[in-house]
């Protein structure tokens, strides 16, 4: 089975730090790993942060500069890194991996998992 678990979530005050953390669990491989958030009324997660099996970031707009995605000390772990807290920062935030199982290679088969998310409040 694949298991995905956030973890660092928390209220904080605007302009605060945060570090959030995913830790995968499971025989498979990552090919992409990912942020997305999901903000209280709306019906969208939106992804913020993405990082390949390259090194290779990507960022929404609205959280470029301000957010740092990274992997972990271990395999199957990264972070998402958030400077300068706002109060729109609200919201549940997801980690999400492209994954694929030994034996079977990109072309085969890639699949998507989702943990259950870690609720982020930032007050002003």
């Known amino acids: 089975q694949v298991r995905l678990v956030e973890s660092g979530g928390g209220m904080a005050q605007a302009g605060e730090s945060l570090t959030l953390s995913c830790t995968g669990s499971?025989?498979?491989?990552?090919?992409?790993m990912r942020w997305y958030r999901q903000a209280p009324g709306n019906r969208r997660r939106d992804l913020v942060a993405?990082?390949?099996?390259?090194?290779?970031?990507n960022y929404a707009d609205s959280v470029k500069g301000r957010f740092t995605i990274y992997r972990g000390n271990t395999e199957k772990t990264w972070s998402l890194k958030i400077d300068s807290l706002k109060p729109e920062d609200t919201a549940r935030y997801y980690c999400?991996?492209?994954?694929?199982?030994?034996?079977?290679?990109?072309?085969?088969?890639?699949?998507?998992?989702w943990g259950k998310g870690t609720q982020v409040t930032v007050s002003s």
């Open positions: 499971g025989i498979f491989n990552i090919n992409i």
């Open positions: 993405s990082i390949n099996k390259s090194g290779t970031a």
């Open positions: 999400n991996a492209e994954i694929t199982f030994p034996g079977n290679n990109y072309y085969e088969g890639a699949y998507e998992y």
